[in-house]
T-cell receptor, first 113, second 111 residues
């Protein structure tokens, strides 16, 4: 079992729907991350939150909107997604220094119809 | 930015044999190198890591070596077992929480 919990595990949505992915950690980590992973590829960084503030946005389209309500929670709001957005979305957390590991959840498998 | 290369992309070994995966990195400022194992339907799980002030680290059947001068690091798995079959990713951190992944190695351990 991972210490980073993501819900839902699977999500199927149409291109006009609005949905949210949720991530939770209780390790006291102050940095949280969203990654996108396509099949047979490494994870690609989307967003980084450090101390609940957005610190990195890797030029992600505005149809993806992150939110960090508190230090334990991270959301990713989805709206008007495209079929190419179908992927595994991974959340991770870390202490936030550059010599500490990131711990990943098991992801949300997203399919866009 | 950092560029991490990983080889081989696929690796098949007989159960009990050793497996070696090699990575190179480009940014001399990188100072932390984790290795992740990703099983089907799961997220990447940290299996071992090494910091730039250490040349080698071992944890039971898994070891990692780091050569800062040559900018390469390697994962060694001894006495492989079928449950070691997975995709393995090397990674490097070059500050500001930026984790750069290698392209992955699909390891298959044949019983």
């Amino acid at each position: 079992d991972t210490e980073v919990t993501q819900t839902p595990k699977h999500l199927v949505m149409g291109m006009t729907n609005k949905k949210s992915l949720k991530c939770e950690q209780h390790m006291g980590h102050r940095a949280m991350y969203w990654y996108k992973q396509k099949a047979k590829k490494p994870p690609e960084l989307m967003f980084v939150y450090s101390y609940e503030k957005l610190s990195i946005n890797e030029s992600v389209p505005s149809r993806f909107s992150p939110e960090c309500p508190n230090s334990s929670l991270l959301n990713l709001h989805l709206h008007a997604l495209q079929p190419e957005d179908s992927a595994l979305y991974l959340c991770a957390s870390s202490h936030g220094t550059d010599d500490q590991p990131q711990h990943f959840g098991d992801g949300t498998r997203l399919s866009i119809l | 930015g950092e560029n991490v290369e990983q080889h081989p992309s696929t690796l098949s070994v007989q159960e009990g044999d050793s497996a070696v995966i090699k990575c190179t990195y480009s940014d001399s400022a990188s100072n932390y190198f984790p290795w992740y194992k990703q099983e089907l339907g799961k997220g990447p799980q940290l299996i071992i890591d090494i910091r730039s002030n250490v040349g080698e680290k071992k944890d039971q059947r898994i070891a990692v070596t780091l050569n800062k001068t040559a900018k390469h690091f390697s994962l060694h798995i001894t006495e492989t077992q079928p449950e070691d079959s997975a995709v393995y990713f090397c990674a490097a951190i070059a500050g500001a929480n930026n984790l750069f992944f290698g392209t992955g190695t699909r390891l298959t351990v044949i019983p």
